[in-house]
């Protein structure tokens, strides 16, 4: 993917790498941390009770030591080639997704790219690499620890930039539906409805994925040949029955979060070829 020449003074870049965070991680490990951690489980082997008990330890008793700070954003983009990757994607997204808002009389904030390593500190808990990338709408902050990156090429066979430039892309569509308000109304109707807590989430998920395309299809003239096998050969893997089946597990629809594999690629493929966000409407047949 040919990302164009970004200036970092433009973006809202956070970098808590070597930082280490005296007393509490910032909040209580909510909800969506707590799904974060499952899907985790599944990708990386890891016992979620374990997982669980070193994020409260990251919470409440982390070790003091002194903060980095002052580092610029352009400085925290420049760090490494994927850091700087990242920072050009972000870049990419605002420019394409902040006129939309506009024409659509929305108003819009630009999120910001929180680099991390191993273990952070989000508006919504504490983070930890094993989480993958993830969004915080309390402080509108997409998080990540570039190793996951890597973590993704080895272990699910995902890599390309393409492939990482799509996760970013669904984490923006998870800022998309904040700015929206579709993540409220859905937060809303699990809490009333809790027996329809993980569909509603899947729809969330998916609707992201098409974000996700909508993006690349508006930027097509940055895609080369590969791209989106790239992308599709990602949705596919971290599909919920995918990583279900890697974890010597049966899929469970019931259990899904993310939506399966084939859903994954449906909906990321429906933006790729549409271009257009009202494609994008996974509650569609609710309000029929």
Not at 33 to 51: E, R, T, W, Y
Not at 135 to 160: K, N, V, W
């Amino acid at each position: 993917m040919r990302l164009r020449d970004f200036n970092p003074a433009n973006i809202r870049v956070e970098d808590q790498r070597g930082m280490r965070f005296p007393g509490g991680g910032g909040g209580k490990l909510g909800c969506g941390g707590i799904v974060l951690v499952l899907i985790a489980s599944l990708v990386f082997g890891v016992d979620p009770a374990q997982m669980l008990g070193s994020l409260e330890q990251v919470q409440q008793s982390a070790p003091a030591g002194q903060q980095a700070g002052g580092t610029t954003a352009s400085e925290s983009c420049n760090t490494d080639a994927l850091s700087k990757e990242s920072c050009a994607v972000l870049a990419s997204l605002n420019q394409t997704w902040e006129p939309l808002f506009k024409q659509a009389s929305i108003p819009f904030q630009q999120p910001k790219l929180v680099f991390y390593s191993q273990a952070g500190r989000s508006g919504c808990g504490a983070a930890q690499s094993a989480m993958g990338p993830f969004y915080c709408p309390s402080d509108h902050g997409i998080y990540i620890d570039t190793d996951f990156y890597r973590e993704m090429e080895q272990r699910l066979g995902a890599g390309g930039d393409f492939a990482r430039a799509y996760v970013m892309a669904h984490e923006y569509g998870h800022h998309v539906q904040t700015l929206t308000g579709v993540s409220d109304q859905v937060r809303s109707a699990q809490s009333q409805n809790p027996s329809q807590a993980n569909p509603l989430q899947v729809r969330m998920e998916l609707q992201a994925d098409c974000y996700a395309g909508v993006w690349a299809a508006k930027n097509a003239d940055l895609i080369e040949a590969g791209d989106i096998e790239e992308g599709l050969t990602a949705a596919h893997a971290i599909g919920d029955d995918t990583l279900m089946k890697q974890a010597g597990q049966r899929p469970v629809e019931a259990a899904f979060t993310h939506g399966s594999s084939a859903q994954r690629m449906e909906w990321l493929r429906r933006g790729l070829e549409t271009g257009n966000e009202d494609q994008c409407d996974t509650f569609a047949d609710l309000r029929r």
